[in-house]
């Protein structure tokens, strides 16, 4: 049976969860977790919910699921390890370099690879478990198929199953940093998405083409259970305390009963949040075929559904109880002994004899019905007995209070044993990275040389030309143009390529489902023949694919590198060079150290990748374009009259259609024309991705 794991954005929220029958909670603490603008929890609040959890046998994940800069990692490590001495069973983490950095100072510390690490293959969360993640949160994307194929590689697994959606694939976003300044791999999403856009070049009058319904997968619980899935995560840390009780008490209801839910428990769910209903189009695939049903909004009628609901709903301490079992043996002239256990885990018990030996009774001998009451009278604390086995022999003296106080020593005995635990190892220095040492630089600083990123071959020839003053060292092309379909695009890009004497790579899209792998390994191989050099990872999962070939691994933006411990997370895979995170500042950039043999790259020019689309927003919207792969197949504008570009995407294997959507920047990056500022970083590759027309 898959465990049922709740959000807690505030202490009062995670009461709620508690009460209502959740096996594990996850919340975050004031830094480093993705929901900064939650009430989260101060140390003490941490430590009282730890204890509380802890006793009632439910496990507590920490959320440090966001990027950290170098300044930031030790200050992240000693927030862990505090959390850690508090007993908390694991950490939900994103970034790669804190995640190695936390193995290295904490070795005893579980994690979980959060959402964030965008993990939708076999291979990426293979390539998770032998990073040192104990759990793999897989990417809401995914349909039931791809989760069993994910699944049956043995290493445990979160699946969200219940809340809001992310309209692009979790840590692929840039939008909300870009145009917003708050980022969301930061904690700070400002939800851009839930803003209307028009799929026009008009400004939107009402329309909300990224708003996506809430999932829930409440009609396939039994399913859920088969797949055996680890862990089904409820989303809305964000959310009141009654939304987490209600939300929680359905889904532990179900699982333990195997069933989907009722009607009549689906119209409750919709009260207490929803956006004109819910989707479950991920988890069945109906995304690739009729998405439309996919997308709402808040409505005031869901709004009324929802107040009306919550105003009857208050909350309540924590009332949960974990249930024991309690075995006593008394006989005359010996020392009484009492075991308590935990009733689902026999091996947790405590065992407390007297101090005080039973006397023989000169009349009214006790009861065992007297004893029962007495040793079960558990009162306040977290224990409630399901079960009593009492062995009394003779006629026996037993106070009520000598009754009371074997109870009380018991009852401690087993609290102790639970909350008690070795403090983990704390060794910092094992995480420590050399300072960073001052570069001698020549004056005057010359320019960087680019690397080109085009889409399609007429984007190729045009940037070829744009660029002919600067050193272009290479061009990358997508991989998609070593699909086997793609013979005639693939064979004049190479033509072009041969006459402007240009060593060339090749980049993996930013998402390869398992279904997808076989393709993009044969597409690989395809480009290696062809006289590839290089090829540029965009996800965790690609990394086995191109070290499977002799092609030299890059890494793309799209991996998130942020800090010193992340690019010597990557080197140690064999990386030779690493485009940095775009959401670095020059500042955050100069602090990172160079391991040997490993160049920095930066984009410096062209329109960002701010979304990956897994459901097509045209088809949505209209109909499917069958757009050419790499083309642009329409705009997003904004209320300012901004248009954001939507490139299609093909998906690897024989079934392109429907695409994948990529947004794009409205405005392009002019970095690379700050050679100075790109110099003093160590940048020594400016890449330059397409910048595509924009309507008038």
Known sequence: MPLVLSPAGSPEALYAALNAGADEIYFGLPSFNARENAKNFTESDARAAIRACKLCGVKTNITLNTLVSDRELDGALRLAYNAACMGA????????????????????????????????????????????????????????????????????????????????????????????????????????CRLPYSLSEKKPKNTYPLSLKDLSLVGHVPLLAELGITSLKIEGRMKPPSYVDGVTRVWKTLVTENRPATHEEMEYLEALFSRGGFTD????????????????????????????????????????????????????????????????????????????????????????????????????????????????????????????????????????????????????????????????????????????????VRALEKMLDDNRNKQTESVCLPLSLFEPNRTQQREQALTVLEQERLPFGVRMPRVVFSAEEAAARNALRRAETCGAEYAVAENIGDLPLILETNLKLYGGAALNVYNSQTVRYFA?????????????????????????????????????????????????????????????????????????????????????????????????????????????????????????????
């Open 89 to 192: 069973d694991a950490f939900i983490v994103q970034d790669l370099g804190l995640a190695r950095a936390l193995k290295k100072a904490i070795p005893e510390i579980t994690l979980h690879a959060s959402t964030q690490c965008a993990c939708h293959s076999f291979e990426g969360a293979k390539k998770l478990a032998e990073s040192g993640f104990e759990r793999v949160v897989l990417a809401r994307e995914l349909d039931c198929e791809e989760i069993r194929k994910i699944v049956s590689l043995g290493v445990e697994t979160e699946v969200f199953v219940h809340g809001a959606l992310c309209v692009c694939h979790s840590g692929l976003c840039l939008m909300s940093a870009v145009i917003g300044k708050r980022s969301g791999n930061r904690g700070l999403c400002a939800q851009p």
């Open 281 to 456: 189009g991920y988890f069945t695939g109906h995304c690739r075929a009729e998405n439309r049903s996919m997308y709402g909004i808040r409505t005031e009628e869901d709004k009324r559904k929802t107040e009306k609901l919550t105003s009857e709903s208050k909350t309540k301490p924590a009332e949960r109880k974990r249930p024991v079992h309690i075995s006593a043996s008394f006989e005359v002239g010996k020392s009484p002994e009492i075991t308590i256990s935990d009733a689902q885990d026999p091996s947790l018990f405590a065992h407390v004899t007297a101090d005080f030996a039973v006397s023989p009774a000169a009349s009214s001998p006790v009861s065992e019905k007297e004893i029962e009451t007495s040793l079960t009278k558990l009162g306040t604390t977290s224990f409630m007995c399901t079960g009593i086995q009492i062995g009394a022999h003779g006629n026996l003296f037993l106070a009520k209070s000598q009754l009371n106080a074997l109870r009380r020593n018991a009852v401690e005995a087993l609290e102790q044993k639970i909350l008690s635990f070795p403090p983990p190892s704390f060794l910092p220095e094992q995480a420590a990275l050399p300072e960073r040492k001052p570069e001698v630089r020549e004056a005057p600083l010359s320019p960087r040389p680019v690397r080109l990123f085009p889409n399609t």
């Open 572 to 696: 140690e895979q064999g990386m030779t060079d690493i485009t940095l995170s775009p959401e670095l500042t020059p500042p955050q950039m100069r602090d990172l150290v160079h391991p040997e043999n490993v160049r920095f790259s930066l984009i410096g020019a062209g329109c960002l990748e701010l979304m990956v689309l897994e459901s097509c927003v045209i088809r949505a919207g209209s109909s499917c374009r069958r757009t050419a792969d790499g083309e642009i197949c329409a705009y997003l504008t904004d209320r300012l009259g901004f248009h954001f570009p939507i490139r299609a995407a093909q998906r690897f294997g024989e079934n392109n259609y429907p695409c994948r959507n990529i947004l794009l920047n409205s405005v392009p990056l002019r970095l690379i024309e700050k050679n100075a500022e790109i110099a003093k970083a160590g940048v020594q590759t400016v890449c330059v991705y397409e910048e595509p027309d924009m309507p008038i």
